[in-house]
């Protein structure tokens, strides 16, 4: 009876959720069986394979197995674009400085994804969760032993953004920490220094109460390396976008229907969005006033290239729901349907339930996914 989990089935045009007692179902007095199968995902390779027809059954709640292994390279692309480096600063009249440092590694995600965020923890084997606003949760590691076992994974497989120069600065902030240096004066004004230079600078308390600190110099990002495969599953987990653009038009149905795969980053990191393009075989990037787009607009580069891709490195967490959603009209796309009423009526439909018109869990089949 452990591990057990749900999946999708489609019964009479409709999606029901399947709750595991037993290994069977039972649906308006008529019983189907299951299997559980179980995923996994450590597979270290640099290119992708043929084997993408594998038939998996998940709950998207979790989106995977609670007890698959993490690949490391996907908790690195997740942490570059959710993740967060901080050295946070507290005024504590009880401590001979009067300030308070806490050192945090932090990722935060839609409260649905808290499954994912269990699997990083189990992986890490240390850290814990906090409530994030009223939508979002947080995982975070405050303990400076527990943050010695996330310097060693990001030492060995780096940060791929200019989040890295972050990284950079707050290891050299926990080094100082670590020495206890920071229940000094001086340590403490090194320490604020690093601080100036990451994330957002200081806060106006700190400005104020700190105003001769000279900020270190910010490590600047330029080896930029093709990106692994899972490590661009993980960043899509955290920043992609999958959508479905339907429009008017002159057609026999009055409207057309475009898939659009779309990434975005801070325009720092425009040069890491360019090798997406070399990368992937596809796309182009769009500047924005203080960002980039990476976009695939291209049907056949859609249907080749980003859903193969992605069914075998698979997305992660509540986006996975997207990302089989935006597979399933590619499918409906290649074969005409959406040329007929039917056709368009059941992508509009799909379309609904997908990204922020999501209300609720559903399960589904991945099949050949």
């Not at 182009?284 to 980003?306: G, Q």
Request: glycine share 4%; proline share 2%; charged share 25%.
């Amino acid at each position: 009876m452990n591990n057990r989990g749900s999946k999708l089935r489609v019964f009479l045009n409709t999606v029901v959720k399947e709750q595991r007692v037993g290994g069977s179902l039972c649906i308006n007095s008529i019983h189907l069986r299951c299997t559980l199968m179980g995923l996994v995902i450590n597979c270290q390779i640099k290119t992708p394979s043929n084997q993408i027809n594998k038939r998996l059954f998940t709950n998207i709640a979790t989106c995977q197995s609670p007890n698959s292994i993490m690949n490391p390279w996907f908790l690195t692309g997740l942490t570059d674009g959710e993740g967060c480096f901080l050295i946070s600063i507290y005024r504590n009249e009880k401590l001979s400085t009067n300030w308070r440092v806490i050192p945090r590694f932090v990722i935060t995600l839609d409260q649905r994804d808290k499954a994912l965020l269990e699997q990083i923890k189990s992986y890490f084997c240390a850290g814990d969760f906090y409530k994030s606003g009223t939508c979002t949760i947080q995982y975070r590691v405050e303990s400076v032993k527990d943050l010695q076992v996330i310097i060693e994974h990001f030492n060995k497989y780096t940060l791929q953004t200019q989040k890295r120069a972050d990284y950079e600065l707050f290891k050299q902030a926990l080094a100082l920490i670590q020495n206890k240096e920071h229940l000094t004066k001086e340590g403490l004004e090194k320490i604020i220094a690093i601080k100036a230079s990451m994330n957002w600078g200081l806060s106006d308390e700190l400005k104020a109460n700190f105003s001769d600190v000279v900020p270190v110099k910010r490590p600047v990002v330029e080896n930029i390396t093709e990106p692994y495969p899972y490590w661009l599953s993980g960043f899509t987990s955290a920043e992609g976008c999958f959508y479905v653009q339907i429009s008017k038009s002159n057609t026999k149905v009055g409207y057309q229907v475009a898939l659009i795969f779309q990434l975005t980053q801070h325009l720092r990191d425009e040069k890491l969005m360019k090798s997406l393009i070399k990368y992937l075989n596809c796309g182009n990037v769009f500047r924005r006033k203080d960002s980039i787009d990476f976009k695939v607009v291209k049907f056949y580069d859609i249907i080749e290239k980003i859903v193969p891709f992605f069914v075998e490195y698979k997305i992660n967490g509540i986006k996975l729901l997207d990302f089989c959603e935006f597979k399933q009209v590619a499918e409906l796309m290649k074969n005409k349907a959406h040329l007929t009423e039917e056709g368009l009526y059941q992508i509009r439909t799909i379309k609904a339930e997908m990204n922020k018109g999501r209300k609720s869990f559903q399960l589904i089949n991945k099949n050949n996914v």
